[in-house]
């Protein structure tokens, strides 16, 4: 709860310092569930709870158990206050754009703009802060780096990528599995992006695509949700009362136990997430509309989560309430991709294009994606690297995954310091190659869709009321998926994707 209302209102000193003092306590209520996670697993009980709950729980207990020790609470405390410094860093821009007093989330969406030099310079502001922040970027990164290795080292890892796989319990799947994934993205995904790519700037009548276009797709900008946020939120209640399979009557309990904050506002932190309060049985959605087709996005996305979540509450073991990140995530994308149907509602005349360019912009995702990750792995394989060694990193992988992607005047991101506005890279590290993974599995979901949308909408709620009780590539075969580790699983995808765009 500290946590969310510090997201909420980061200006808010009694709310950080709130949050400080539960950042204090974490590590020794984790070291209390560690210990009885331990008697249990190593006891003569063990046995039992592996027939009762499944060895899902225990391997996942193993992770908990090697992840955390009370030598490393001092480190972990500290990596937490960075944490909340980039959030709070973050969240104090403001930008005076066209009239208007922005944030990062508000300045957003003149991103998506129709008129070309308007996302330009909505470009050149944002990345003219990190420019002007990035000794502080710099320094909270460095800082943190060098925590989270130390912590590693005292627990006896050969560096921060082994323990932070074991902190994000993936269990079935380790680095070697995720770089063959990284090169068959590079091998079937980036040269369908490069065409789409071009595509897009055919589309646009441009002689080269700058990194201020890659957001809009045709002249005429990309489509927009129309209404206030009243209307949207009835569009909303109308689409999910018509998908039904529970999800009208749970939204309706969302929205009347007011478990939504979805509107941007000043002082409150950036992007979207749902957490959830066990004792109530209830998820919380958290958001930032800004007027553009990503309001429906992370909307849909974040709704994914809370009711994978509440369809869970039941679960006997608090550890299942929730899967892993990844898999966790399938349940948010799929139902991006689920509610097509009821897009009209939203964008009228324009649903056609918002669902072509959902989808591509799906795909262009994947070559993102993996981009963070192999920065993420090589940061860690190299905590001594400096600043500077870690901006021409990133534009060493950039030129590989993103090939097409050309800065022009913008100073930071050309010198290679785009990571610094991913905050997932400071705040949740190694969890991002997640994303990627889900995006796969939500375009087979779809495809499923395509053919028999009943027969996807059974498997899908299935999926979500299975929680956590298995890792990820069991829970996504079990929805009728092949795990995106499998050989074959992304030309399959690559080939679908490029039939429905028509490429």
Same mark, same amino acid.
């Given at each position: 709860?500290?946590?969310?209302?510090?997201?909420?209102?980061?200006?808010?000193?009694?709310?950080?310092?709130?949050?400080?003092?539960?950042?204090?306590?974490?590590?020794? =209520?984790?070291?209390?569930?560690?210990?009885?996670?331990?008697?249990?697993?190593? %006891?003569? @009980? %063990?046995?039992?709870?592996a027939a009762h709950f499944g060895a899902h729980l225990l391997d996942l207990w193993e992770c908990k158990i090697a992840s955390y020790d009370p030598a490393i609470e001092a480190e972990v405390i500290a990596e937490s206050k960075l944490?909340?410094?980039?959030?709070?860093?973050?969240?104090?821009?403001? =930008?005076?754009?066209?009239?208007?007093?922005?944030?990062?989330?508000?300045? %957003?969406?003149?991103?998506? @703009?129709?008129?070309?030099?308007?996302?330009?310079?909505?470009?050149?502001?944002?990345?003219?802060?990190?420019?002007?922040?990035?000794?502080?970027?710099?320094?909270?990164?460095?800082?943190?780096?060098?925590?989270?290795?130390?912590?590693?080292?005292?627990?006896?890892?050969?560096?921060?990528?082994?323990?932070?796989?074991?902190?994000?319990?993936?269990?079935?799947?380790?680095?070697?599995?995720?770089? %063959?994934?990284?090169?068959?993205?590079?091998?079937?995904?980036?040269?369908?992006?490069?065409?789409?790519?071009?595509?897009q700037r055919e589309a646009l009548g441009v002689e080269r695509l700058m990194a201020w276009d890659e957001s809009v797709h045709d002249v005429d900008g990309n489509p927009a949700p129309s209404g206030t946020y009243a209307e949207k939120m009835d569009q909303a209640r109308a689409m999910f009362d018509a998908m039904d399979d529970g999800l009208g009557s749970f939204f309706r309990l969302m929205e009347s136990g007011r478990f939504l904050d979805l509107e941007a506002r000043e002082g409150k932190a950036g992007g979207g997430f749902c957490t959830s309060f066990p004792t109530h049985g209830m998820p919380f959605v958290f958001a930032n509309f800004n007027g553009t087709k990503g309001d429906v996005e992370v909307f849909t996305h974040e709704i994914g989560h809370a009711f994978q979540n509440y369809s869970s509450r039941d679960k006997t073991c608090i550890d299942f309430l929730w899967p892993t990140y990844e898999a966790a995530e399938v349940h948010?994308?799929?139902?991006?991709?689920?509610?097509?149907?009821?897009?009209?509602?939203?964008?009228?005349?324009?649903?056609?294009? =918002?669902?072509?360019?959902?989808?591509?912009?799906?795909?262009?995702?994947?070559?993102?994606?993996?981009?963070?990750?192999a920065f993420q792995h090589w940061v860690y394989d190299?905590?001594?690297?400096?600043?500077?060694?870690?901006?021409?990193?990133?534009?060493?992988?950039?030129?590989?995954?993103?090939?097409?992607?050309?800065?022009?005047?913008?100073?930071?991101p050309a010198a290679g310091g785009m990571w610094q506005g991913q905050g997932h890279i400071y705040r949740a590290p190694f969890y991002y190659i997640d994303y990627t993974l889900a995006q796969v599995c939500a375009m087979q979901f779809l495809a499923k869709a395509e053919q028999d949308r009943g027969q996807a909408m059974d498997a899908y709620v299935t999926l979500c009321k299975r929680g956590g009780e298995a890792p990820f590539q069991d829970l996504v075969r079990s929805a009728g998926l092949v795990s995106p580790l499998d050989p074959g699983c992304l030309e399959g995808v690559v080939a679908t994707a490029t039939e429905y765009l028509g490429l």
């Open positions: 709860m500290v946590g969310l209302r510090f997201q909420q209102d980061t200006r808010d000193a009694e709310r950080k310092a709130a949050l400080e003092a539960h950042d204090e306590l974490a590590p020794k =209520f984790g070291e209390l569930a560690i210990d009885l996670m331990r008697h249990v697993r190593s %006891g003569p @009980h %063990g046995a039992e709870v944490s909340n410094a980039y959030t709070q860093l973050v969240a104090s821009a403001r =930008f005076e754009f066209r009239g208007e007093t922005l944030n990062h989330s508000q300045l %957003g969406k003149f991103t998506q @703009h129709a008129d070309r030099e308007v996302r330009h310079q909505a470009a050149s502001l944002r990345w003219d802060w990190f420019e002007e922040n990035a000794a502080e970027l710099d320094r909270i990164f460095d800082e943190q780096v060098h925590l989270r290795a130390q912590q590693a080292e005292k627990l006896g890892f050969g560096n921060y990528a082994e323990l932070a796989y074991k902190k994000l319990g993936r269990t079935d799947y380790d680095r070697n599995d995720v770089r %063959g994934y990284r090169a068959a993205i590079l091998e079937h995904v980036v040269p369908l992006c490069a065409r789409i790519r071009e595509t948010s994308m799929s139902l991006e991709f689920l509610t097509w149907p009821h897009m009209e509602r939203f964008f009228g005349d324009d649903a056609e294009r =918002f669902r072509r360019l959902h989808l591509t912009q799906s795909l262009l995702f994947l070559p993102y994606g993996v981009t963070v990750d190299n905590p001594s690297a400096t600043p500077g060694d870690r901006l021409s990193k990133w534009q060493e992988l950039e030129a590989l995954y993103l090939p097409w992607r050309s800065w022009g005047d913008l100073a930071r």
